[in-house]
C-alpha cells in the first residue's frame, strides 16, 4: 500500500500541489486526469522519491524510503517523454538498463517488446524511432522487470490504436497479480477503460475522485 498524507509541495513561491491524502491498493489501476500544469507530473515524480514533499509524506508500506533517501524497491516509471542512448538500438538500451539489478533475461526482454508491438523495431537506432515508437520502448522499459508498482505518465502518446488497447489489456492483466498500477492521461476514453479510481487534479487539488 501507498499512503500519501497531507502531502504539498512548492517550488519557491509557486505551489504546484495542496494537501493530497490518498491510500493506493494493490490490485487497482488509479486514473489521474487533468489539464497540462494541474500537477499530475509533479505528483508521480514525488512518489517515485524525485522530488522531495515540502510537507507531508509518502509511505510505502509503513516505510518512507523518501526521508531516509532510499531506493524504493519494484517500482518502474515512465514520466513525461522517455529518454535513452541514440546510438543505441531500442533492444540494447533495454539490456543496458537490465544490467543493472540482473533478473532478467533477453528472451524476457524480447517477450516485453512483442507484447508492446516493439519487436520488430527492436534492432533500429533510437534515433530513428517515431514518437510511437519511443513510447512503446520507455512502457517496456516500465513493464520487463514485472515490478510491483507500475507508473505512466501519458503513455499513449504517438501510439496506434491497435497498441494502445493491447497495452490496456496487459496492464489489466498485471492489476490481476495485485500490483499498484498508476495511469496519468489527457485521454479520458483510456483511463475509463483501465481505472478502478480516477482522480481529478485541478490547480494542485484533488477535485472529482470516481469510483
Not at 191 to 196: A, F, R, T, Y
Request: charge should be neutral.
Amino acid at each position: 500500500m501507498i499512503t500519501i498524507t497531507n502531502l504539498s509541495k512548492s517550488f519557491k513561491k509557486n505551489v504546484v500541489l495542496k494537501n493530497i491524502n490518498m491510500e493506493l491498493k494493490e490490485g487497482n489501476i488509479y486514473g489521474l486526469s487533468g489539464r497540462n500544469g494541474a500537477g499530475k507530473s509533479v505528483f508521480l515524480k514525488l512518489i517515485c522519491g524525485l522530488y522531495s514533499p515540502t510537507t507531508g509524506c509518502i509511505l510505502f508500506d509503513g516505510k518512507n524510503y523518501n526521508k531516509n533517501n532510499l531506493y524504493i524497491p519494484n517500482l518502474r516509471a515512465l514520466i513525461e517523454k522517455p529518454n535513452f542512448f541514440p546510438e543505441l538500438t531500442g533492444m540494447e538500451n533495454l539490456i543496458l538498463l537490465s544490467k543493472i539489478q540482473n533478473k532478467i533475461s533477453i528472451d524476457d526482454i524480447e517477450k516485453t517488446l512483442k507484447n508492446v508491438n516493439l519487436y520488430s523495431e527492436k534492432d533500429k537506432k533510437y534515433s530513428e524511432y517515431s514518437l510511437g515508437m519511443k513510447q512503446k520502448l520507455g512502457i517496456a522499459q516500465v513493464l520487463m522487470e514485472d515490478p510491483d508498482i507500475i507508473i505512466l505518465d501519458e503513455p499513449f502518446n504517438g501510439i496506434e490504436k491497435s497498441s494502445v488497447d493491447k497495452i490496456i489489456n496487459i496492464l489489466l492483466e498485471e492489476k490481476k497479480k495485485g500490483k499498484i498500477i498508476i495511469v496519468s492521461t489527457h485521454i479520458k476514453e483510456d483511463l475509463v477503460k483501465l481505472s478502478d479510481i480516477i482522480y481529478t487534479f485541478d490547480n494542485g487539488e484533488i477535485i472529482v475522485e470516481n469510483e
